[in-house]
């Protein structure tokens, strides 16, 4: 990967910004009568101005880097990546799985993940580890603050 | 043995889970439960947190408020709405997300939709100018000052299209006064540009009003009751204008009443009602919602239909005001 | 007559139970402020109840040590975890982090604790001597003041960007965008909402950042190699020394004070303004040797003494005329209400000893913050002993909770995942986060207060110009811009000279 791939990929992400800005203005604002008018009633007016400067900026941002024709490679283990994305794709599985199965059996799992992730091997340790995490810190804050931490389907609330 | 051991911790929280899992079937409430409150920090939050207190200590649990405030109160009614229905959630119904907005066509629920625990408090609105305004002393005055010149008249009714807002507009309808309203996201900041001249006029409620009583004229108390007239010294209110604009008892206020979902379990609802009623009969919470300007209120479920009817049916009525208001504006320009 | 009150008001204070319950809050401050997500108003709004049937000067104490702890409490992981614990704390992590990152952890949190106390001193001195002139000040603050004084604070992005200028005015805007998503207010009308009522009132401010930040740097973390050792990590001995230290920056704390108490007395501007402007008006101002960025002490002293002189200030304008100057001291004055007191001018008419409590309460709360913070240090400094494969997932399960506890809602913990990865693409492409952070706390003021001015105005724009607080602060911003375009245009042709000679 370069840091040119890395330009491409964050100018992308700043086109659809405000590819969506214009698109929500035309559409849905339109259609709630919100994208014209006084101030009173028009709300598209601001969005628009800001999008269209990030636009501005962006491409001088990258004419600046075209002119410089600074490029850099950037190094990065494959092992590394490997573990950053995993860490990503398990913490992206427990919150997707939260408001299923609740906190109670997604936590102790996600902990245990992240320090496999990690390169931790001593399975008991890490379980009990996890454990006492996961439901330590769900004691703290239901008991003390009066969170109701997600119940799931099975509706797995522990009256502490 | 380490796995050993931690095996058997493993065991042993399963078994606290499943057993606090079968016993809920048994006992309610057995948890905390939590009161979906559709605004953000401020008094209204503070007096729905006093009920909840007491109502959670008649229960035996602990009850906090969740503030999800956003698109006039409508964001934390589907919140609530879209929560399990076994009495763990209870709404703070207000009047803006329970009636308004389906009114104006911004919700697809009405009152009915719902089962009533108790009413909990209502809050009185009025209009209030400066004591130091030149143009005129009193509402009828500021009236014909406004009819003199259309469209020059600023004011606030906190945020657009909300119950003051509403009743503001049929009063102006009434005297056919176009004046512009200007929206503010803390009702205090509407007050403030009030005192220092940027604003006409402004609605102010019970908790603005006794924080500084020497700085406002209040010109029209938005409401009927002679209660609500005594909140504010005996000011005018709508009762005494010549004109009748078709609202009485909770219509021209805000107000709200706890509800939970419709599915809700009829023993779980009973325990709720039981719970919510004896807190509100409580004089300890009673003193404290009427120290922060809001009225308690004793309706129990029975009188829910009743009482929020001809809300529905008055505020339905009046609709046109807002339509009229936005295009007398528009024709101005 | 000030004098007299706060005297009366030392027999309110002096109980055991006002004292214990002070410092019991601001135990509790320090720790919601240190863990991401909650924060002061999370912390004030979970413990309103417990706090309304206490005695009423205790009470306060209670809570507004909770508001004092929590806004000093986020720089505690800033420092360490390159975490703000609160957005009030972004800004301490340009300088506090970069020194532990030198061995200077228990130096920095120390610096942020003294400076924290020092400036909300400060902040009480102001609010005892001059609350109601400075409410009278600020209540001269009209719409048009304030439009005019968000694009003042839009430069503050410019001057905290640090490297690339162009790259922090694009996250500052970028944060402004994310602020119009929800329910406008003045039409009503929903934007950038898809449908879905999660969106109705945008993006909780809090999982924007949590996710910028927190889930950005544990994606970091990992990628290190030195997940399984336990840190080595020499950490000297912090103490009151600390103070001296802070003592030294008197100008820079005496200025930062004045500012945060300045925005703080502004309702609506709140803390995270103060300390980025106090930042960036402190960098300005600094020495050459002084490195801002890279580690220097006055950044932490700047950033920490505004946000909680911000405490301070924001008191003036709750207590003197009733209005609330965030959604802290929102909660504040509805606490002062249940309990029997109404604020405004007429209760330091009526009630000045209960008002002279108060402003023990703020003053005792800043004293116990100085004390518990420097004790508690070395414990807060022995996170970073953790091994890194516990640290993580800890860190994970705090975010998830603290998130999800703000609304009760896993929706806003989607959004914080979806802004770590909007933080990782930034950090990678070398896009500050911070000005975020700031363009979605002005952009609200800016968009509504030139929309609410444009619609009080009976002359359009010229209502910028009629006014002579706010055709002052245009002016300003014209100098501010003309000065900055010469600025860039000077340096660009130094560039260029050099790049030619070379």
Redesign the interface.
């Known amino acids: 990967m370069t ?1 040119r791939t ?2 491409l ?2 100018t992308a ?2 086109a659809i ?1 405000v590819g ?2 214009f698109q ?1 203005i035309h559409t ?2 339109h259609e ?3 994208a014209s008018g ?7 007016a ?2 628009r101005a ?2 269209i ?2 636009a501005g ?2 491409i ?2 990258i004419l ?1 880097e075209i002119l410089s024709g600074h490029q850099e490679k ?1 190094g ?1 283990e494959p092992q ?2 490997k ?2 994305v995993g ?2 794709f398990v ?2 599985l ?2 997707g799985c ?2 299923w199965l609740g906190y ?1 059996l997604t ?1 102790t799992p ?2 245990f993940a ?2 496999y ?4 091997r ?4 890490m ?5 006492v ?3 330590g ?2 004691f703290v ?2 008991r003390f ?6 119940g799931g389907i ?6 502490w | 043995m ?6 058997r ?2 065991v042993a ?1 399963a078994a ?2 499943t057993l ?2 079968g ?2 079937v048994a006992e309610f409430p ?3 439960i ?1 009161l979906i409150h559709p605004w953000g920090p401020g008094n209204a939050m503070s007096v729905s947190q006093l009920i909840a207190k007491a109502m959670g200590e008649e229960l035996g649990v ?1 009850m ?1 408020v969740i503030s999800t405030p956003g698109a006039a109160g409508t964001k934390g009614q589907k919140t609530a709405m879209s929560r ?1 229905a ?1 009495g ?1 959630t209870v709404f703070d119904g207000y009047v803006a997300p329970l009636v308004l907005q389906p009114i104006l066509g911004n919700a697809d629920w009405t009152y009915s939709d719902f089962k009533p625990l108790h009413s909990a408090v209502s809050n009185a609105f009025a209009i209030g100018g400066r004591v130091d305004e030149t143009r005129w002393s009193n509402f009828e005055e500021m009236m014909e000052y406004g009819k003199e010149h259309p469209g020059e008249l600023r004011y606030s009714s906190g945020s ?1 299209n909300n119950l003051p807002h509403m009743v503001i507009a049929k009063v102006l309808q009434s005297y056919g006064v176009v004046a ?1 309203n200007i929206p503010y996201t803390q009702d205090g900041n509407a007050v403030k540009d009030l005192k220092s001249g940027v604003l006409d006029f402004s609605f102010i409620n019970v908790g603005n009003y006794i924080q500084d009583k020497p700085a406002f004229n209040i010109m029209l108390v938005l409401s009927e009751l002679p209660g609500a007239k005594a909140s504010y010294d005996g000011a005018p209110s709508i009762a005494d204008l010549d004109i009748d604009l078709g609202l009485s008892g909770l219509a021209p206020m805000g107000w709200t009443w706890w509800i939970v979902h419709e599915d809700t379990p009829d023993d779980v609802t009973e325990k709720l009602r039981t719970a919510m009623e004896a807190a509100m009969e409580r004089p300890d919470v009673r003193e404290a919602i009427a120290k922060v300007g809001f009225v308690p209120l004793e309706w129990d479920h029975t009188q829910y239909d009743e009482v929020v009817g001809p809300v529905l049916d008055q505020l339905s009525a009046m609709g046109n005001a807002l339509k009229w208001e936005e295009e007398e ?1 528009k024709k101005l ?1 | 007559m000030l004098f007299e009150s706060l005297l009366a008001g030392f027999q309110l204070f002096l109980t055991p139970m006002a004292i214990g319950l002070t410092f019991i809050g601001i135990l509790i401050g320090l720790l919601v402020g240190a863990m991401p997500g ?1 924060g002061p108003l999370m912390g004030i709004i ?1 413990l309103l109840p417990v706090a309304i049937g206490l005695p009423p000067v205790a009470a306060m104490g209670f809570l507004i040590a909770i508001f004092v702890g929590g806004s000093c409490g986020g720089s505690i992981s800033a420092i360490l975890l390159r975490i703000p614990g609160t957005p009030l704390a972004a800004a301490t992590l340009f300088d506090g982090y970069p020194m532990a990152q030198k061995g200077r952890a228990a130096d920095a949190i120390g610096i942020a604790i003294s400076s924290s106390a020092i400036g909300g001193l400060i902040g009480g001195v102001v609010l005892i001597a001059a609350s109601p002139i400075l409410a009278k000040f600020a209540s001269g603050f009209a719409p048009p003041e304030y439009a005019m004084l968000a694009v003042t604070g839009l430069f503050a992005i410019a001057l905290i960007s640090g490297g ?1 200028l ?2 922090g ?2 996250s500052g ?2 944060g ?2 994310l602020a ?1 998503i929800g329910t ?1 207010e ?2 009503t ?4 909402t ?1 449908g879905s009522h999660h969106m109705l009132n945008g993006f909780h401010i809090v999982a924007v950042v949590v996710g910028l930040f927190a ?1 950005s740097e ?2 970091h973390q ?4 030195d ?2 050792k336990k840190p080595d990590i020499k950490v000297e001995r912090p103490g009151f020394g600390s103070l001296l230290k802070t003592l030294r920056h008197w100008g820079n704390l005496l200025r930062s004070s004045g500012i945060g108490v300045f925005f703080g007395a502004l309702p609506g501007a709140g803390g995270v303004i103060s300390s980025f402007s106090a930042y960036a008006i402190a960098k300005a101002a600094a020495k050459p040797g002084e490195k801002y960025g890279e580690g220097a002490e006055g950044g932490v002293v700047a950033t920490e003494s505004a946000n909680n002189a911000t405490v301070g200030g924001t008191l003036v304008p709750s207590l003197a005329l009733g209005i609330p100057g965030d959604a802290s001291s929102a909660m504040l004055l509805g606490a002062l209400l249940i309990l029997g007191f109404v604020p405004g001018p007429i209760l330091f008419e009526q009630e000045p000893q209960f008002v002279g409590g108060i402003f023990l309460v703020y003053m005792a709360s800043n004293i116990f913050l100085l004390i518990a913070g420097i004790l508690a240090t070395p414990f807060f400094v022995y996170v970073l002993r953790i091994p ?3 640290l ?3 860190i ?3 975010c ?2 603290g998130t ?2 703000l609304q ?1 809602s ?1 929706f806003d ?2 959004v914080m ?1 979806g802004f ?3 933080g990782i ?2 950090r ?2 070398n ?1 500050p986060l911070a000005p975020i952070v700031i363009g979605i706390i002005l952009g609200p003021i800016l ?1 509504n207060n ?3 001015a ?2 009080i105005s009976r002359e359009g724009y010229w209502i910028f110009l009629d006014r002579p607080v706010s055709a002052t602060l245009v002016c300003v911003n014209v100098l501010l811009i003309s000065g900055a375009l010469v600025y860039a245009f000077r340096t660009r042709r130094k560039v260029f000279a050099r790049r030619e000679e070379a």
């Open positions: 840091s890395l330009t990929l964050v992400f700043f910004i969506i800005v929500q849905s604002m709630q009568g919100i006084g101030p009173y009633d028009n709300a598209a601001y969005p800001v999008a400067v990030i900026l962006v001088v941002q600046m950037i990065l590394a990546l573990r950053a860490l990503l913490f992206a427990y919150l939260l408001q109670h936590t996600m902990v992240v320090m992730i990690c390169g931790a001593q399975i008991g340790k379980l009990l580890a996890a454990i995490m996961s439901f810190f769900a804050f239901e603050l009066n969170v109701v931490l997600p099975f509706r797995l609330n522990i009256p | 380490k796995l050993l051991r931690s095996m911790t493993v929280a606290i889970v606090s899992a016993a809920s057995e948890r905390t939590e602990d906090p399990p076994d763990y657009r512009q504006l320009r | 909650l979970l690339s162009i790259k005015l694009i805007c970028f402004l965008l119009t406008d003045f039409s009308g929903y934007r950038f898809f889930i544990m994606a990992i990628i290190g190699n997940l399984l890194k494969f516990y993580i997932p800890i994970l399960i705090l998830s909770i999800f506890a009760a896993v913990l989607m995942f770590g990865l909007v693409l930034f990678a492409t896009y968009e030139l929309r609410r444009l619609l």
